[in-house]
């Protein structure tokens, strides 16, 4: 079986420690910068700072550690827990062999293995905030391709309005998916998120298949996850079966949930505080201490307001939280 980092464009070592993670991250990012420049030709647009940005390089030395991407998670398909996803997916590998159901108000319809959707796009890394609507926040290297590529090979209609998302729903795989496991706290599966269609093609928005330079564990959301950085972590689903282009904005399972305490938007807004805590600042998690935390200051959009908030342009943020 192929390991989906060997569809990186520029290959790499089986694994890579974090010392030598940075030695590459340089030659990739001399690479992308050489092929945005011969892409976008006289573009003024796509200047260095805005490649920069859109990969996160300004946040290098802020990555949370290797160990705390993986060891502090949400993934409540196996526990409500903050550590147990990692024990628990052990045995979730399932590497390439996955496949994509691609629906809806879309031209290239049909039921796509990941290794088509890794033909058609181009592997990159890019380093992202991460901040959980529960006030904790990371900086994580994310390896994947933009959804706007995969979104450009499949052309969705005139009339595709929103995409739609969907985990995979099996209880064998998922313990947390088992009838009562949480009791009350149940969440309707399948997890279910959407973007709106102007959200879902920025550049920022990506589809990780990687982390610190290896494939995802499953407790990141294996083999293939939404990261949609400027909003809170619960829209940036994991381990994604289905995208569906739709006419009607689609289901937010959270939102779902709870609709007073998580809307559909979750743009992250240190103005909008959560109906039970603020939002004003976070809980920005770097190493393994998981307590010797540091508290900043949330950002609007957190931080990439200048490549998203056009989208929102006149839409009343507090009402559409
Ligand atoms: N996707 C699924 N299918 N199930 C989940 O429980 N949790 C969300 C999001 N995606 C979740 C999910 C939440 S609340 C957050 S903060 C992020 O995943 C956490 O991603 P991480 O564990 O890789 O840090």
Redesign the pocket.
Known sequence: MKLLKDYLKVKEHQVTPESVFWKRREFIRQFALSSVVLASGSSLAFTEKTTSKYAGLELKNELSSEYV?TH??????FSTDKER?AELAKNFNPGSDWSVNIGGEVELAGKFGLEDLLKWTSQEERIYR?R???AWS?V?PWRGFSLKSLIDKVKPTSKAKYVAFK?LHDPNVFPGQKRGTFGMHT?PW??E?GLTIDEATNPLTFMATG?YGKDLPG???APL??VVPWK????????IVSIEFTEEQPVS??NERASSEYGFYANVNPKVDHPRWSQATERRITDETLFGVKRIPTQMFNGYGDLVAPIYKGLNLKKYF
Not at 72 to 77: A, G, M, T
Not at 232 to 239: D, V
């Open positions: 991407v502090h998670n949400n993934f409540y398909e996803p991460l959980c609507v529960e990371m994580v985990t969440l399948p997890y998120e982390v407790q990141n959301g996850r939404l809170y972590g619960f829209k940036s689903i994991k381990s399972t959270w």
